[in-house]
């Protein structure tokens, strides 16, 4: 690897990157508070608003892997940089939006920077921490990753209410040219792979589109067409992997999956923990609300318990992920998580607040656990030309289990409530899909342990 630097600024570097951590996921959930604002200003059906939501979501997941790759080409620093204009650029336009489909495209735009940054982000940490600290670095940014993701319905439906929708978009514009601004006049250093190979453009189209087919069929169930999307996709990818294995420059190298089972079992156990987890705060932000009666404001307070337990773990299970093999402590994290999430599934109208925290406070606890050490078993099992197509794969990993999330639980929304608004009169029954949800988020917690444990010694 070929480092270009006028001196390493590592502190800075950690700071920059975890302002990265923070906005992406805080960007891509607080919007969510404010689509029922959006519907309203400018009428758009919820098929519309639900495109709203995951457009950022979707472009990001498909353009994570090539971005990556050319990040090892041709810079990763350039990569980083430039995908903070784009995203920076998007938010700006996002606000300005007059319509629903510009709206989209503004989104779409936004994902595509979140890409260029998340792509990257991790890679740039593995390469400036030594191997003793990195654990800890990475703890550190996972948990920032994670506060993002909790604060932002609570600050969003703040600004929502007291600003508008369009407030959220201007809110962080001035931190994205702060951090421009640093990036372009201290960052000096730049990582890029010393005889990297080029770009294999047939493949990353490929990969795009039987990404999107895929990922688009996702968003359609429990439609029937989603099947016809979901099959295509599958079977555009494994044509995908099976070419990948034959051609000269591969956009993934499918021998990290097929020859080091650290990386495959480790990837698999993020997967499914990402797809078992996500989805909690969307659903306890319903139920906090439809069936305890309590306000945005003191619901979004109570789910931060999860958030702060996840700040205060994630950095500590990194630094003892440093000395000890990683899958005992990402193990022990999904049996706390399996444990909370049991916990939920047995909510109920006459639940306490205190059982509410508590099951909160415990998944925090599985998550801070499992993220942390589970990311630096996955950057240490491979060689530094890997890293920016390894922390491309980690980001896209946890995108799919966040699509997955969200297809569990309309899933069975669509088969336990229906297409209804939630009323008073459906409170039972989405109490029911709520408890069916948890249920099966508990089980792939538990599945999760096993793929953890079956990724063999990293030390």
């Known amino acids: 690897m070929i480092i270009i630097s006028n001196g390493p600024n590592r502190k800075l570097i950690v700071f920059v990157v975890a302002v990265s951590f923070f906005l992406m996921p805080y960007m891509l959930t607080s919007i969510n508070i404010a689509l029922p604002a959006i519907g309203a200003e400018l ?8 495109w709203i939501a995951t457009s950022y979501l979707l472009s990001s997941a498909i353009l994570l892997i090539p971005c990556g790759k050319l990040a090892d080409i041709y810079g990763r620093k350039k990569m980083f940089s430039y995908g903070f204009v784009v995203f920076t650029i998007g938010t700006l336009l996002a606000a300005f939006s007059t319509s629903a489909w510009m709206l989209l495209i503004f989104r779409f735009l936004q994902g595509v920077g ?29 948990a920032v990753v994670y506060f993002g ?57 490929i990969y795009c589109v039987t990404f999107l087919l895929f990922m688009y069929g996702l968003s359609l169930i429990p439609e029937p067409i989603s099947i016809a ?34 990386f495959a079992f480790s990837n698999l156990a993020a997967l499914i923990s990402y797809s078992a987890t996500y989805a909690v705060i969307f659903l306890l932000s319903l139920y906090l609300q439809y069936i305890l009666g309590l306000s945005p404001q003191t619901a979004g307070l109570i789910l931060m318990s999860k958030a702060i337990v996840q700040s205060v773990f994630s950095p500590a299970a990194g630094s003892l992920s440093d000395r000890i093999d990683p899958k005992m402590l990402a193990s022990a994290g999904m049996a706390f998580s399996a444990v909370a999430l049991f916990m939920m599934a047995f909510v109920s109208p006459n639940t306490s607040l205190l059982y509410i925290i508590v099951a909160l406070v ?18 240490s099992s491979v060689e530094k030309k890997h890293y920016g197509v390894s922390s491309a794969t980690i980001a896209t990993t946890r995108s799919i289990g966040q699509l997955f999330s969200m297809a569990i639980v309309m899933l069975l929304f669509a088969l336990l409530i229906g297409k209804v608004e939630i009323t008073p009169q459906y409170y039972d029954v989405f109490l029911v899909a709520t408890r069916a949800s948890f249920v099966v988020f508990g089980a792939l917690c538990f599945l999760s342990i096993f793929f953890s444990q079956a990724r063999g010694n990293l030390r």
């Open 149 to 205: 993701q909790t604060v932002g319905p609570f600050i969003g439906g703040v600004l929502t209410q007291q600003l508008g929708w369009r407030s959220i978009f201007y809110s962080i514009v001035p931190i994205c040219i702060v951090v421009i601004a640093i990036i372009f006049s201290r960052m000096k250093d730049e990582w890029v792979e010393e005889g990297a190979e080029k770009l294999n453009y047939v493949s990353a189209a």
């Open 43 to 50: 009428s758009v059906d919820a098929i519309i608003l639900n």
């Open 362 to 379: 415990i998944l925090g606890l599985g998550i801070g656990l499992f993220v942390s050490p589970n990311t630096n078993a996955i950057m």
């Open 114 to 142: 979140g890409a260029m940054v998340s792509s990257t982000s991790i890679a740039i940490i593995t390469s400036v921490t030594p191997l003793a600290e990195r654990g800890k670095a990475l703890g550190i940014n996972v």
């Open 229 to 262: 999307y979901l099959l295509v996709g599958a079977a555009g990818f494994i044509y995908y992997l099976w070419r990948e294995s034959k051609v000269k420059n591969p956009l993934i190298d499918v021998s990290l999956f097929s020859k080091n089972r650290v």
